[in-house]
């Protein structure tokens, strides 16, 4: 069951404030998020799970939606999967957070089986447990669509800086078990809302790793991600000379310019002008409906 939506950015709000839920549409986000974990304050738990709900059960929104819930390992987590069945609501994919192993992936897709059987899950990688078993967590269902990094909770689990030094074992290790498994690896948020550099800086350092999108917390940060995941325009015509080199009928390893390009150098360039092509059209299209439009 593939997700065909990009997700070079998808955009928290919390669920508790619906005047912000269609603000991914606005500022030019891939997917919606609305969040029903760390966003909300236990207290407010039931009324932010209702207006999520409620949002999503009416089918119709200008961008794809997607919904955090809480560990299944909590109340709180069961509830929300609970709120999800009964409300009818049907958003694009179900984010479950502190995934410590194929089991609780497997467990969430029992639950929803019966109801929302179309519906993508998206796994939170963001404990030493879970980047132990990221390999077993990428490879738990074909539903699950994408790893996402969480940095924050790891680097307050381990009690480390959240910094990209401390940060870059378990990147890398994510982002090597969803190559291996055909996923796309999404990365943690940019905690400092007022350093857009930094969020680009960041964001081309994983993109380097083979992270492919980024979480993001602020509707500013979004362009800054989007920007850093283009590569130049030197390394596109770069690899545009290499595939027209491969198509004329020069293989094995070949000199072009100052470099030697061999078959993994053109596999490379395919991909990375199959990458530009995508983030054209993406640019090109400001408003896609999510694949719910329409949903009653």
Not at 22 to 33: Q, S, T
Not at 53 to 70: C, D, K, Q
Not at 152 to 170: K, R, V
Request: proline share 7%; hydrophobic share 45%.
């Amino acid at each position: 069951m593939p997700w065909s939506i990009a997700c070079r950015s998808l955009l928290v709000t919390p669920a508790l404030e619906p005047s912000r839920f269609d603000k991914a549409a606005e500022v030019g986000a891939d997917v919606g998020l609305l969040d029903l974990e760390d966003g909300v304050p236990r207290a407010f738990k039931s009324e932010a799970r209702r207006l999520a709900t409620e949002h999503l059960a009416r089918g119709r929104w200008a961008r794809p939606m997607a919904l955090r819930i809480n560990s299944l390992r909590t109340e709180e987590g069961l509830r929300d999967v609970l709120a999800l069945l009964d409300s009818g609501a049907r958003p694009d994919a179900v984010l479950l957070p502190k995934v410590e192993s194929p089991v609780e992936l497997q467990q969430l897709e029992a639950l929803l089986e019966p109801r929302l059987p179309d519906v993508a899950l998206l796994a939170i990688i963001e404990t030493p447990r879970g980047v132990s078993a990221v390999d077993a967590i990428a490879t738990a269902t074909p539903r699950l669509q994408a790893l996402v990094f969480g940095a924050a909770d790891l680097s307050a689990q381990l009690g480390i800086p959240l910094t990209w030094e401390p940060m870059l074992y378990a990147r890398s290790r994510i982002a090597m078990a969803a190559g291996a498994a055909g996923l796309p690896a999404i990365d943690s948020p940019c905690f400092d809302l007022d350093d857009l550099a930094g969020v680009e800086e960041e964001t081309r350092r994983a993109r380097a790793l083979g992270f492919v999108g980024k979480i993001v917390i602020h509707p500013q940060q979004v362009a800054a991600v989007h920007r850093a995941l283009r590569p130049c325009s030197r390394t596109v015509d770069h690899a545009r000379r290499v595939v027209a080199q491969a198509e004329e009928g020069m293989g094995g390893i070949r000199r072009l310019g100052g470099a030697m390009v061999g078959p993994p150098l053109v596999t490379a360039a395919r991909r990375l002008l199959a990458n530009e092509h995508l983030m054209e059209e993406l640019e090109s299209s400001p408003r896609r409906p999510s694949s719910r439009t329409g949903d009653t």
